[in-house]
């Protein structure tokens, strides 16, 4: 398993500026959409753990990535408490989000120099995931606790703060731009990259094509 420092997988995912996030049960489309947004730029991937048996689907995906993406950071989304973060880091997470801020989990992943990005919806559970060794913080969910406003309105009297918004981002220019601009250091992205029916057609290029289109964007804007 390819095993990449914190300060690599920190500064992948604010080079690149966007993290896909996506589940499904079937091992060979999740292998498929990651070689789709890797052939489209995508260096860091984050698998949402929405299932039943999600781990298995994950490990089979981490072991495609590293023979067929060089390269590619993989992570574990949607993890709620700690054993389920130890599970996936034990079979190869380079990096843990989740919906909500758990400071146990926070303990696992420093121990591991794993970065955790857990969700927050005010400036206090910023400030203390901040306090817990979280470097980034995911703003969950990013449109109804108050939209690019919100972020802007967060980086004035914290600068310092680095943010990825989940929840109501688009690959649309009129989006994406008013997310950076509002100050975000990187966007997750979920089911507008991936249209059901390229799901449902193995409509792969698609999905690269977006991913570029999408990149394309996020740098016009930075």
């Known amino acids: 398993m ?6 690599k997988v920190l500064n992948e995912i604010e080079r690149t500026g966007m993290v896909p996030v ?5 091992a060979e489309i999740v292998c498929n959409v990651l070689k789709a947004c890797y052939n489209g730029g995508v260096r860091v991937f984050e698998f ?7 781990h298995e689907v994950f490990e089979k995906a981490i072991k495609f990535a590293e023979k067929e993406c060089p390269g590619l950071i993989l992570g574990a989304g949607s993890i709620v408490d700690a054993p389920t973060a130890s599970l996936y ?12 801020f758990n400071p146990e989990i926070a303990k696992i992943c420093n121990r591991r120099l794993i970065p955790y990005t857990p969700g927050c919806g005010s400036v206090s559970e910023i400030g203390f995931a901040q306090e817990a060794g979280c470097d980034l913080c995911k703003i969950f969910p990013a449109g109804s606790v108050g939209g690019p406003s919100f972020v802007k ?32 250091t ?7 990259l991936f249209p059901k029916k390229c ?5 792969w290029d698609s999905i690269t094509a977006l991913c570029k289109k999408t990149f394309e964007i996020i740098h016009k804007y930075r």
């Open 2 to 7: 390819a095993t990449f420092s914190k300060l």
């Open 22 to 26: 996506f589940y499904n049960s079937n």
């Open 48 to 54: 949402t753990n929405r299932g039943d048996f999600a």
């Open 89 to 100: 880091i034990q079979l190869g997470a380079n990096f843990i989000v989740g919906p909500l």
């Open 153 to 184: 309105n967060i980086k004035a009297p914290m600068p310092w703060t680095l943010l990825m918004a989940t929840g109501a981002v688009a690959p649309k220019e009129e989006n994406l731009s008013a997310w950076f601009e509002a100050g975000v």
């Open 186 to 192: 990187c966007v997750g992205m979920g089911s507008q």
């Open 199 to 203: 799901i449902e057609e193995n409509d």
